[in-house]
Protein backbone atom coordinates (compact mmCIF):
# COMPACT_ATOMS: atom_id res chain seq x y z
CA UNK A 1 0.00 0.00 0.00
CA UNK A 2 1.68 3.30 -0.91
CA UNK A 3 0.17 6.36 1.03
CA UNK A 4 2.04 9.81 1.16
CA UNK A 5 2.92 10.41 4.54
CA UNK A 6 2.93 13.99 6.52
CA UNK A 7 3.48 14.31 9.74
CA UNK A 8 3.05 11.78 12.64
CA UNK A 9 -0.56 12.01 14.27
CA UNK A 10 1.06 10.18 17.37
CA UNK A 11 4.41 10.01 19.00
CA UNK A 12 5.22 7.76 22.00
CA UNK A 13 8.21 9.27 23.33
CA UNK A 14 10.56 6.71 25.80
CA UNK A 15 7.32 5.73 27.82
CA UNK A 16 7.50 3.34 31.09
CA UNK A 17 4.27 1.89 32.33
CA UNK A 18 4.18 -0.69 35.28
CA UNK A 19 1.13 -2.94 37.44
CA UNK A 20 2.09 -2.46 40.66
CA UNK A 21 5.58 -3.88 40.81
CA UNK A 22 5.84 -5.23 37.58
CA UNK A 23 7.57 -3.02 35.35
CA UNK A 24 5.65 -3.52 31.65
CA UNK A 25 6.72 -0.96 29.24
CA UNK A 26 10.75 0.33 29.46
CA UNK A 27 11.18 3.13 27.18
CA UNK A 28 8.84 2.15 24.95
CA UNK A 29 9.11 4.82 21.27
CA UNK A 30 7.03 4.75 18.15
CA UNK A 31 5.11 6.64 15.76
CA UNK A 32 2.07 6.61 14.01
CA UNK A 33 1.70 8.82 10.54
CA UNK A 34 -1.32 10.08 9.33
CA UNK A 35 -3.52 7.92 6.98
CA UNK A 36 -1.71 4.74 7.36
CA UNK A 37 -2.06 1.36 9.62
CA UNK A 38 0.99 0.82 11.77
CA UNK A 39 1.44 -2.66 13.79
CA UNK A 40 2.81 -3.28 16.56
CA UNK A 41 3.91 -7.59 16.65
CA UNK A 42 5.61 -9.50 19.28
CA UNK A 43 5.05 -13.01 21.33
CA UNK A 44 2.30 -12.84 24.23
CA UNK A 45 3.45 -11.12 27.14
CA UNK A 46 5.85 -8.38 25.76
CA UNK A 47 3.85 -5.02 26.36
CA UNK A 48 1.89 -4.83 23.30
CA UNK A 49 -1.51 -4.34 25.24
CA UNK A 50 -0.36 -2.23 28.28
CA UNK A 51 1.26 -0.02 25.58
CA UNK A 52 -2.48 1.05 24.00
CA UNK A 53 -3.58 1.15 27.36
CA UNK A 54 -1.21 3.33 28.27
CA UNK A 55 -1.62 5.88 25.15
CA UNK A 56 -5.42 5.51 25.96
CA UNK A 57 -4.64 6.49 29.60
CA UNK A 58 -6.03 3.92 31.06
CA UNK A 59 -2.50 2.98 33.13
CA UNK A 60 -0.70 5.87 33.51
CA UNK A 61 2.46 6.54 32.19
CA UNK A 62 5.37 6.88 34.86
CA UNK A 63 7.96 8.24 32.23
CA UNK A 64 8.29 9.70 29.18
CA UNK A 65 5.20 11.53 26.73
CA UNK A 66 2.77 11.33 24.46
CA UNK A 67 1.81 13.35 21.38
CA UNK A 68 -1.15 13.63 19.81
CA UNK A 69 -0.95 15.90 16.68
CA UNK A 70 1.90 17.59 18.34
CA UNK A 71 -0.16 18.23 21.79
CA UNK A 72 1.41 16.70 24.73
CA UNK A 73 -1.17 13.96 25.84
CA UNK A 74 0.59 11.96 28.25
CA UNK A 75 -1.35 12.88 31.34
CA UNK A 76 -5.06 13.39 29.88
CA UNK A 77 -7.52 11.54 31.73
CA UNK A 78 -9.33 8.52 28.74
CA UNK A 79 -12.60 10.54 28.19
CA UNK A 80 -10.69 13.57 27.19
CA UNK A 81 -8.32 11.59 24.72
CA UNK A 82 -11.73 10.03 23.37
CA UNK A 83 -13.02 13.39 22.36
CA UNK A 84 -10.01 14.42 21.26
CA UNK A 85 -9.96 11.60 18.43
CA UNK A 86 -8.76 8.96 19.49
CA UNK A 87 -10.50 5.87 20.08
CA UNK A 88 -9.47 2.36 21.77
CA UNK A 89 -11.06 -1.05 20.34
CA UNK A 90 -10.38 -3.37 23.40
CA UNK A 91 -8.94 -6.92 23.18
CA UNK A 92 -12.12 -9.13 23.65
CA UNK A 93 -14.71 -6.29 22.45
CA UNK A 94 -16.04 -5.49 25.17
CA UNK A 95 -19.98 -4.11 23.81
CA UNK A 96 -22.69 -4.81 26.10
CA UNK A 97 -24.78 -7.83 25.84
CA UNK A 98 -28.12 -7.19 27.00
CA UNK A 99 -28.17 -3.40 24.98
CA UNK A 100 -29.13 -3.79 21.14
CA UNK A 101 -26.97 -2.94 18.36
CA UNK A 102 -27.80 0.24 18.14
CA UNK A 103 -28.05 0.86 22.06
CA UNK A 104 -24.26 -0.06 21.73
CA UNK A 105 -23.60 2.11 18.68
CA UNK A 106 -25.19 5.58 20.69
CA UNK A 107 -22.62 4.97 23.59
CA UNK A 108 -19.89 5.89 20.57
CA UNK A 109 -21.05 9.04 20.94
CA UNK A 110 -20.09 9.56 24.65
CA UNK A 111 -16.90 10.45 22.83
CA UNK A 112 -18.28 12.65 20.39
CA UNK A 113 -17.01 16.50 20.75
CA UNK A 114 -20.43 17.60 19.95
CA UNK A 115 -22.58 16.52 22.79
CA UNK A 116 -25.31 17.11 19.81
CA UNK A 117 -24.37 14.48 17.31
CA UNK A 118 -26.19 11.51 16.15
CA UNK A 119 -24.83 8.41 14.73
CA UNK A 120 -23.78 8.47 11.12
CA UNK A 121 -26.18 5.19 10.58
CA UNK A 122 -25.33 5.58 6.65
CA UNK A 123 -21.84 5.65 6.66
CA UNK A 124 -21.67 3.02 9.56
CA UNK A 125 -24.03 0.71 7.99
CA UNK A 126 -22.34 0.97 4.77
CA UNK A 127 -19.55 -0.34 6.00
CA UNK A 128 -20.97 -3.10 8.57
CA UNK A 129 -24.11 -4.09 6.29
CA UNK A 130 -24.95 -6.95 9.33
CA UNK A 131 -25.86 -3.59 11.65
CA UNK A 132 -28.14 -2.72 10.18
CA UNK A 133 -29.96 -5.65 9.53
CA UNK A 134 -29.44 -6.95 13.86
CA UNK A 135 -30.08 -3.16 15.05
CA UNK A 136 -32.39 -4.33 17.25
CA UNK A 137 -30.66 -7.91 18.43
CA UNK A 138 -29.36 -7.50 21.61
CA UNK A 139 -24.90 -7.58 21.42
CA UNK A 140 -24.86 -10.56 23.28
CA UNK A 141 -26.42 -12.65 20.71
CA UNK A 142 -23.98 -11.82 18.13
CA UNK A 143 -21.50 -13.73 16.75
CA UNK A 144 -17.97 -12.97 17.56
CA UNK A 145 -16.80 -11.83 14.61
CA UNK A 146 -20.22 -9.89 14.27
CA UNK A 147 -19.19 -8.30 17.75
CA UNK A 148 -16.21 -7.44 16.60
CA UNK A 149 -17.40 -5.39 13.67
CA UNK A 150 -19.89 -3.66 16.22
CA UNK A 151 -16.83 -2.90 18.63
CA UNK A 152 -15.32 -1.52 15.88
CA UNK A 153 -18.26 0.79 14.49
CA UNK A 154 -19.08 1.53 17.71
CA UNK A 155 -15.48 3.40 17.87
CA UNK A 156 -16.13 5.13 14.42
CA UNK A 157 -18.83 6.43 15.74
CA UNK A 158 -17.14 9.53 17.27
CA UNK A 159 -15.35 10.14 14.29
CA UNK A 160 -11.67 9.65 16.06
CA UNK A 161 -8.74 10.29 13.46
CA UNK A 162 -6.77 7.76 15.44
CA UNK A 163 -7.91 4.26 16.04
CA UNK A 164 -6.02 1.67 18.00
CA UNK A 165 -6.98 -1.76 17.36
CA UNK A 166 -5.96 -4.43 19.86
CA UNK A 167 -5.66 -8.19 17.94
CA UNK A 168 -9.37 -7.30 16.41
CA UNK A 169 -8.73 -10.80 14.52
CA UNK A 170 -8.76 -13.29 17.58
CA UNK A 171 -11.50 -15.65 17.86
CA UNK A 172 -13.33 -14.50 14.45
CA UNK A 173 -13.31 -17.04 11.53
CA UNK A 174 -11.41 -15.69 8.87
CA UNK A 175 -13.77 -14.45 6.38
CA UNK A 176 -14.96 -11.60 8.79
CA UNK A 177 -11.42 -10.85 9.94
CA UNK A 178 -10.59 -10.30 5.85
CA UNK A 179 -13.89 -8.01 5.64
CA UNK A 180 -12.58 -6.11 8.49
CA UNK A 181 -8.97 -5.75 6.53
CA UNK A 182 -11.04 -4.34 4.00
CA UNK A 183 -12.98 -1.57 5.93
CA UNK A 184 -9.92 -0.57 7.71
CA UNK A 185 -8.24 -0.13 3.86
CA UNK A 186 -11.40 1.22 3.31
CA UNK A 187 -11.23 4.35 6.32
CA UNK A 188 -7.52 4.64 5.61
CA UNK A 189 -7.50 4.93 2.05
CA UNK A 190 -10.90 7.32 1.60
CA UNK A 191 -10.99 9.15 5.28
CA UNK A 192 -7.66 9.61 6.23
CA UNK A 193 -7.64 7.53 9.63
CA UNK A 194 -4.92 6.57 11.07
CA UNK A 195 -4.91 3.20 13.06
CA UNK A 196 -2.08 1.88 15.53
CA UNK A 197 -3.21 -1.90 15.44
CA UNK A 198 -2.01 -4.82 17.51
CA UNK A 199 -2.07 -8.63 15.88
CA UNK A 200 -0.40 -11.68 15.82
CA UNK A 201 -1.74 -13.08 12.23
CA UNK A 202 1.00 -12.24 9.60
CA UNK A 203 -1.75 -12.78 7.04
CA UNK A 204 -4.12 -10.21 8.16
CA UNK A 205 -0.94 -7.74 9.28
CA UNK A 206 0.01 -8.42 5.56
CA UNK A 207 -3.25 -7.18 4.50
CA UNK A 208 -3.25 -3.80 6.03
CA UNK A 209 -0.10 -2.66 7.53
CA UNK A 210 2.37 0.25 6.02
CA UNK A 211 5.21 -0.17 8.98
CA UNK A 212 5.62 -2.34 11.28
CA UNK A 213 7.27 -2.19 14.92
CA UNK A 214 8.24 -5.33 16.57
CA UNK A 215 8.33 -5.19 20.96
CA UNK A 216 9.80 -7.46 23.34
CA UNK A 217 10.12 -7.09 27.15
CA UNK A 218 8.32 -3.65 26.70
CA UNK A 219 11.01 -2.30 24.34
CA UNK A 220 10.57 -1.65 20.27
CA UNK A 221 13.49 -4.45 19.06
CA UNK A 222 12.82 -3.30 15.29
CA UNK A 223 10.96 -1.56 12.83
CA UNK A 224 10.55 -0.87 9.13
CA UNK A 225 7.80 -0.48 6.34
CA UNK A 226 5.94 -3.88 5.12
CA UNK A 227 8.52 -3.33 1.91
CA UNK A 228 11.07 -3.83 3.73
CA UNK A 229 10.53 -7.16 6.28
CA UNK A 230 10.42 -10.10 4.46
CA UNK A 231 8.01 -12.74 5.92
CA UNK A 232 10.52 -14.81 7.57
CA UNK A 233 11.51 -11.83 9.28
CA UNK A 234 7.61 -11.40 10.61
CA UNK A 235 7.63 -15.39 11.67
CA UNK A 236 10.41 -14.94 13.40
CA UNK A 237 9.92 -12.24 16.00
CA UNK A 238 6.51 -13.98 16.73
CA UNK A 239 6.83 -17.13 16.83
CA UNK A 240 6.88 -18.75 20.81
Do not use: C, W
Not at 16 to 33: D, E, H, P
Not at 216 to 232: C, F, I, Q, Y
Request: glycine share 8%.
Amino acid sequence: MIHTFQAPVLTVNNISAAYGQSIILRGTTLSVKKGAVTTVMGRNGVGKTTLLKTIMGLLPAQDGTILFNNENVTTLPPHKKARAGIAYVPQGREIIPKLSVYENLQLGLEAHPDRKAKIPEDEIYQLFPILKDFRKRAGGNLSGGQQQQLSIARALVSRPSLLLLDEPTEGIQPSIAQEIGSILQQLVQEKGLSVLLVEQKIDFANQVTDHYYFMDRGKMVMDGTAEELKHSELEKHISV
